[in-house]
């Protein structure tokens, strides 16, 4: 993929979130299994895609006590879930460190955090959008960084998506033309807008909505982490998740050769993850396999 720089980008939002709206009531507790797996395609001499997927927890383990059974619980533990995938660019090295670099300061942004979202109500929502916020411009302050000390890996940058759940509460953030998908009772919805200049042209009505999948500029990013200078803007929103539901995060080495309903005829075929992630990267694979795909797949079950 190519850049573009941009002094500014236009926050939009994501088809299909509430802003901080979420429903009231008891929480319910989630079982959720993961696949993921990245393949460096049939064509790049590199894989410049990188992906996470990590659990932050915080638990009380009750060592001894005196008190009667049952007066106070033994064993408590909450636990939210990340998924993160990062496809980088930058010539030669420079993608590759991009996306590196990009999950390895979202990480110890999430270490150094003071809290966890681990609870969520309207407020933790709130801070919680600000936070994803500041990640990822301070994600884009370290890869322009690593430039001044590196002047080889000038103009690398990367795509970063995540998604972040807690029970039932999801939440994803997004800058570039990796994408996040739902998969809920058969219907399959793209829950981020690619920042690519050939999406600009088709929201400003320049060009029509149906060309941009082969547009000459459907590769040119104008919202990303790093590149020349500052002026990330991430599209960030909320989402209530249900019984089965499936979210898929993946880079465009996916959807640049797997169609929508081909991706859903294979999540449809496989209830297990990995196998699902597995099947979806053999079809891209068997469809060209031009650039590098990374496929990252939650599956979500109410527990209680």
Partial sequence: MSCLSS????QIPIPGYGGAELTAGAEQTMK??????????????????????????????????NLPGGEIPQKVEESGYVMVVADGMGGMAGGERASIL????????????????LRIDEQEVRELLDRMRVYFQQVDATLIQETLYDPSLTGMGTTLTAAYSVGTHAFVV??????????RDGKFRQLTRDHTLAQSLADAGKIPAESVSAHSARHVL????????????????????????????CTDGLTGMVTDPEIVAVLNQHDDPTLAVQALIERALESGGRDNVTVLLARYQVTN
């Fill in 7 to 10: 002094d500014e980008t236009e």
């Fill in 32 to 65: 959720v299994e993961f696949g993921a797996s990245s393949h460096v395609g049939k064509v790049r001499a590199k894989n410049q895609d990188h992906y996470s997927i990590f659990r932050v927890a915080r638990s009380l383990d009750v060592l001894s006590t």
């Fill in 102 to 117: 990009a999950i390895q300061t979202t990480i110890k942004l999430v270490l150094k955090a003071p809290k966890w979202a």
């Fill in 174 to 183: 997004h800058a570039g033309d990796s994408r996040a998908y739902l998969l």
């Fill in 222 to 249: 104008v919202n990303f982490a790093g590149g020349p200078r500052r002026g990330i803007e991430p599209e960030i929103g909320t989402l209530e998740l249900m019984n089965g539901d499936r979210l898929l995060l």
